[in-house]
């Protein structure tokens, strides 16, 4: 193998200090392992350190450690640096042919639209770990749109080290932290916050950006920030991963992937559901299901990395994003919470839409949405209202409660009084009624935002919308909030209308918490029919 073996006395310390009895051939052979992995990190010196750490305990890590150095002996130490050939000594993870393309590309810019649950995370994972293994002194930071959320993508690379052979994963891997894996080589990958001030002169080798369409600050962190934070390291081979599924169109991402001249600075890897169902990774029968039960543009997003346009949708992707807080959670069920100001809307449903609550808390100037609770297709309006009490007691201080009384009109109604929930506001869906809550809800979300030059959305909304972790929720309250379409009438009115497979329950019990706190201000009527 062509690497310098450990002296007699080296030996000697570790066979004696470890007690376990090995054959002289399995000691050459270990000796000769260290070595080779030891120059494979890039320091040589190492050979002493992985000896000892690699030195079997068990009679299958003996076996592994056989088998490994055999395997070995087929590739040169440079040729084992390719990342293809990496992967495939010292993992267990056979890549398909879309991630090996990803895995063997040496681009310094590298850009991945990638259909969900693709296996796009485990091959990133991979190609750090390769980057950071092989090169010594390396610094690879993750940044993602929250920090929560860059810790959550450095414990799935902590996973992806579990696809790591025990011998190799002990050679290369010195300690991993909470937010922080450390290689034996002195290379480190950690996750960082989403912070300019944060990030601004430090230096880095590697920059791997997750889910880079929802940065709010994407082209001042990628231009201002992270490329000069690389500029010390270009030339010694200074890499920089961003990765996302598509999302608005008026973000840095989207010109990566659509404007020529973006286009020529990076290296583009796209797939979709079709390449990850031929590979075997999701099944027909998977993507058949979300095709019929979801809506046709989350679908074109989630599974067929397109950027769909969404000029007559109510609420742009660029709006709803300047309401994404990274700094907020969803409140669950059972907290505890007093003395907060609250507003509730809730959007009835049964046997085809579901009934769904949402809770806004109001503070100062700003709205933060608590909690959005959607209930089974044909609950009943009674447990239903039974839960909606329980809120109410809970949390004492929901002020006011706007309930769609649509089509279930006294009944309902009667319910909700008898109950004894106070701050009940009835509204029954007429087109004028609409055009005012969906009206309101977008005056509240551009609060804090505005159009820049090129016509993005860009600032803070006052409307806070929970975006701490990569939460399903999120998804499902943001596809329902662009889902909402509209055109104007001739007579200057405005119609909305949805896609059969959309659901629109989150979007109208919203609009109606938001209204119940302008009904309050301005000592709105106890039933807003229009």
Same mark, same amino acid.
């Given at each position: 193998?062509?690497?310098?073996?450990?002296?007699?006395?080296?030996?000697?310390?570790?066979?004696?200090?470890?007690?376990?009895?090995?054959?002289?051939?399995?000691?050459?052979?270990?000796?000769?392992?260290?070595?080779?992995?030891?120059?494979?990190?890039?320091?040589?010196?190492?050979?002493?350190?992985?000896?000892?750490?690699?030195?079997?305990?068990?009679? $299958?890590?003996?076996? =592994?450690?056989?088998?490994?150095?055999? #395997?070995?002996?087929?590739? &040169? *130490?440079? +040729? !084992?640096?390719?990342?293809?050939?990496?992967?495939?000594?010292?993992?267990?993870?056979?890549?398909?042919?879309?991630?090996?393309?990803?895995?063997?590309?040496?681009?310094?810019?590298?850009?991945?639209?990638?259909?969900?649950?693709?296996?796009?995370?485990?091959?990133?994972?991979?190609?750090?770990?390769?980057?950071?293994?092989?090169?010594?002194?390396?610094?690879?930071?993750?940044?993602?749109?929250?920090?929560?959320?860059?810790?959550?993508?450095?414990?799935?690379?902590?996973?992806?080290?579990?696809?790591?052979?025990?011998?190799?994963?002990? $050679?290369?891997?010195? =300690?991993?932290?909470?937010?922080?894996? #450390?290689?034996?080589?002195? &290379? *480190?990958? +950690? !996750?960082?916050?989403?912070?300019?001030?944060?990030?601004?002169?430090?230096?880095?080798?590697?920059?791997?950006?997750?889910?880079?369409?929802?940065?709010?600050?994407?082209?001042?962190?990628?231009?201002?920030?992270?490329?000069?934070?690389?500029?010390?390291?270009?030339?010694?081979?200074?890499?920089?991963?961003?990765?996302?599924?598509?999302?608005?169109?008026?973000?840095?991402?989207?010109?990566?992937?659509?404007?020529?001249?973006?286009?020529?600075?990076?290296?583009?890897?796209?797939?979709?559901?079709?390449?990850?169902?031929?590979?075997?990774?999701?099944?027909?029968?998977?993507?058949?299901?979300?095709?019929?039960?979801?809506?046709?543009?989350?679908?074109?997003?989630?599974?067929?990395?397109?950027?769909?346009?969404?000029?007559?949708?109510?609420?742009?992707?660029?709006?709803?994003?300047?309401?994404?807080?990274?700094?907020?959670?969803?409140?669950?069920?059972?907290?505890?919470?007093?003395?907060?100001?609250?507003?509730?809307?809730?959007?009835?449903?049964?046997?085809?839409?579901?009934?769904?609550?949402?809770?806004?808390?109001?503070?100062?100037?700003?709205?933060?949405?608590?909690?959005?609770?959607?209930?089974?297709?044909?609950?009943?309006?009674?447990?239903?209202?039974?839960?909606?009490?329980?809120?109410?007691?809970?949390?004492?201080?929901?002020?006011?409660?706007?309930?769609?009384?649509?089509?279930?009109?006294?009944?309902?109604?009667?319910?909700?009084?008898?109950?004894?929930?106070?701050?009940?506001?009835?509204?029954?869906?007429?087109?004028?009624?609409?055009?005012?809550?969906?009206?309101?809800?977008?005056?509240?979300?551009?609060?804090?935002?505005?159009?820049?030059?090129?016509?993005?959305?860009?600032?803070?909304?006052?409307?806070?919308?929970?975006?701490?972790?990569?939460?399903?929720?999120?998804?499902?309250?943001?596809?329902?909030?662009?889902?909402?379409?509209?055109?104007?009438?001739?007579?200057?009115?405005?119609?909305?209308?949805?896609?059969?497979?959309?659901?629109?329950?989150?979007?109208?019990?919203?609009?109606?918490?938001?209204?119940?706190?302008?009904?309050?201000?301005?000592?709105?009527?106890?039933?807003?029919?229009?």
């Amino acid at each position: 193998m062509g690497a310098q073996r450990l002296t007699k006395s080296q030996l000697w310390r570790v066979i004696s200090s470890r007690g376990v009895e090995l054959e002289k051939c399995q000691v050459e052979q270990l000796s000769a392992l260290a070595s080779y992995l030891a120059e494979l990190t890039g320091s040589s010196s190492l050979s002493s350190r992985i000896f000892r750490r690699i030195y079997p305990k068990t009679q $299958a890590a003996t076996y =592994e450690l056989s088998m490994l150095y055999e #395997k070995t002996r087929r590739y &040169s *130490v440079s +040729e !084992a640096r390719t990342t293809k050939n990496f992967v495939e000594l010292f993992t267990r993870f056979r890549p398909t042919d879309y991630q090996l393309r990803l895995l063997e590309d040496d681009s310094r810019m590298i850009a991945v639209a990638a259909c969900r649950q693709s296996g796009k995370t485990t091959a990133i994972a991979l190609k750090l770990i390769h980057l950071a293994a092989t090169n010594p002194e390396t610094r690879t930071c993750i940044v993602a749109p929250s920090y929560r959320q860059a810790k959550k993508c450095l414990r799935k690379l902590k996973e992806q080290l579990d696809l790591l052979f025990s011998t190799p994963r002990r $050679a290369f891997v010195q =300690e991993e932290l909470k937010t922080v894996v #450390k290689f034996i080589n002195g &290379s *480190v990958i +950690e !996750a960082l916050p989403n912070a300019i001030e944060r990030l601004r002169g430090e230096t880095y080798d590697y920059c791997y950006l997750d889910e880079f369409s929802y940065f709010a600050d994407d082209a001042e962190l990628l231009e201002s920030v992270l490329l000069p934070s690389m500029a010390a390291r270009w030339d010694r081979g200074a890499r920089i991963i961003v990765s996302s599924t598509p999302w608005r169109r008026d973000g840095v991402f989207y010109r990566i992937f659509n404007d020529p001249e973006e286009k020529k600075r990076w290296s583009l890897h796209r797939w979709t559901w079709r390449e990850a169902v031929r590979a075997g990774i999701i099944s027909q029968e998977f993507i058949q299901r979300e095709l019929i039960s979801k809506d046709p543009s989350f679908f074109r997003r989630e599974y067929e990395a397109e950027w769909v346009e969404d000029e007559d949708s109510w609420l742009s992707l660029g709006l709803i994003n300047c309401c994404l807080d990274p700094d907020q959670y969803w409140w669950p069920e059972e907290i505890d919470i007093e003395g907060r100001e609250l507003y509730a809307g809730l959007d009835l449903g049964k046997r085809v839409d579901n009934s769904v609550l949402t809770i806004v808390e109001k503070l100062g100037e700003d709205i933060y949405v608590r909690l959005v609770k959607a209930w089974p297709l044909e609950t009943s309006y009674g447990s239903i209202v039974g839960q909606l009490k329980r809120f109410s007691k809970k949390w004492k201080t929901i002020f006011r409660i706007a309930v769609d009384v649509t089509g279930v009109g006294e009944a309902v109604s009667e319910l909700i009084r008898d109950s004894g929930i106070n701050g009940f506001l009835g509204v029954v869906f007429t087109a004028k009624t609409k055009e005012e809550m969906a009206t309101y809800l977008k005056q509240v979300m551009m609060r804090g935002c505005r159009m820049d030059e090129s016509k993005r959305w860009v600032g803070a909304s006052s409307l806070h919308i929970p975006s701490r972790e990569d939460s399903g929720l999120t998804r499902e309250v943001v596809a329902q909030l662009n889902a909402l379409k509209y055109e104007v009438a001739m007579d200057g009115s405005v119609r909305f209308y949805h896609s059969p497979n959309t659901r629109v329950d989150i979007f109208w019990s919203m609009a109606m918490a938001l209204y119940a706190i302008k009904s309050r201000q301005t000592g709105g009527a106890t039933v807003l029919n229009g």
